[in-house]
């Protein structure tokens, strides 16, 4: 089992940046792939970045939507993901939410195994 909890949300200006944590117990997150999704209101969920389980090589993956402005890392020693948000645009406004799952190749949420609680970002124009 692994519990995840997300932090760092916030109301923030166009243009500007957050950083979003998610700390995990349970289980290291070097052992899972960990995704960031998020979803608008009146919206589906979507993929935003994934970062594969520690291994000799680390891969990303980013939605076209956020490739070149969001970053995704991880902090083995803090069991802590991160998703440094860059150039924030009024349509990133969502609820995001980090997840674990088994393959840094999967961009469906279903295919996941734990879930955070969510954190708000409210980007303003």
């Known amino acids: 089992q692994v519990q995840l909890v997300e932090s760092g949300g916030g109301l923030v200006q166009a243009g500007g940046s957050l950083r979003l944590g998610c700390a995990a117990s349970?289980?290291?997150?070097?052992?899972?792939?960990m995704g960031w999704f998020r979803q608008a209101p009146g919206k589906e969920r979507e993929f935003v970045a994934v970062?594969?389980?520690?291994?000799?090589?680390?891969?990303?993956a980013y939605a076209d939507s956020v490739k070149g402005r969001f970053a995704i890392s991880r902090d083995n020693a803090k069991n802590t993901v991160y998703l440094q948000m860059n150039s924030l645009k009024p349509e990133d406004t969502a609820v995001y939410y980090c997840?674990?799952?088994?393959?840094?190749?999967?961009?469906?949420?279903?295919?996941?195994?734990?879930w955070g609680q969510g954190t708000q970002v409210t980007v303003s124009s």
């Open positions: 997840a674990a799952g088994s393959s840094w190749r999967l961009r469906a949420g279903d295919l996941y195994d734990y």
């Open positions: 349970g289980r290291t997150v070097s052992s899972y792939a």
């Open positions: 970062i594969s389980s520690s291994g000799a090589n680390t891969y990303y």
